[in-house]
């Protein structure tokens, strides 16, 4: 099939879809739509902007006026732990209450990180290089002449059968 022969079957197919009328007063009825459609967008716009502004305006007046800003002065000074407690207070009492931030005091820790207790196996270790210093001592010396890396086999679990041998 050539390309001469292919535009004309294809315009023949065509010409019936051109030759359709839209139904009676369909245009009429787009047109009515799109003269009155931008009355009702703006009418709704307008009355949007102006309930924003007027909202704005009340919540602009309800607003407190700006304090000017406190002037706090803080001396550093090295005190005795009771010492800095009463400055504490005394800089929290400058402080007018709603700007005071609450926070719980945490106790500081006098070494980081903080020692934490032994465990039980610990405290079993340290018994026994209490009682015979000399067997730990040798069994860690001979521990280290092997030289071979510590070897935790694979652990294995077996997945569980429910239900099957009841």
């Not at 902007?49 to 602009?60: E, F, L, N, S, Y």
């Amino acid at each position: 099939m050539d390309d001469e022969r292919l535009e004309q079957i294809l315009n023949e197919g065509m010409a019936g879809y051109g030759a359709q009328e839209p139904l009676a007063g369909l245009e009429g009825r787009i047109l009515a739509r799109i003269a009155e459609r931008p009355k009702r967008r703006m009418t709704g716009w307008w009355l949007a902007m102006a309930a924003g502004v007027a909202g704005m305006a009340v919540v602009m007046s309800k607003l407190p006026e700006p304090r000017p800003p406190i002037a706090v002065k803080a001396e550093v000074q090295a005190l005795p732990v009771a010492a800095s407690k009463s400055a504490a207070v005394t800089a929290m009492r400058e402080i007018p209450p709603h700007k005071r931030r609450h926070l719980p005091q945490r106790p500081q820790p006098a070494i980081f990180p903080t020692p934490v207790p032994l465990s039980r196996q610990e405290m079993a270790l340290a018994e026994m290089v209490k009682q015979d210093p000399a067997v730990v001592a040798a069994a860690v010396e001979s521990w280290r002449k092997q030289g071979k890396p510590l070897k935790i086999e694979a652990l294995v679990i077996e997945p569980l059968e429910i239900g099957r041998g009841q």
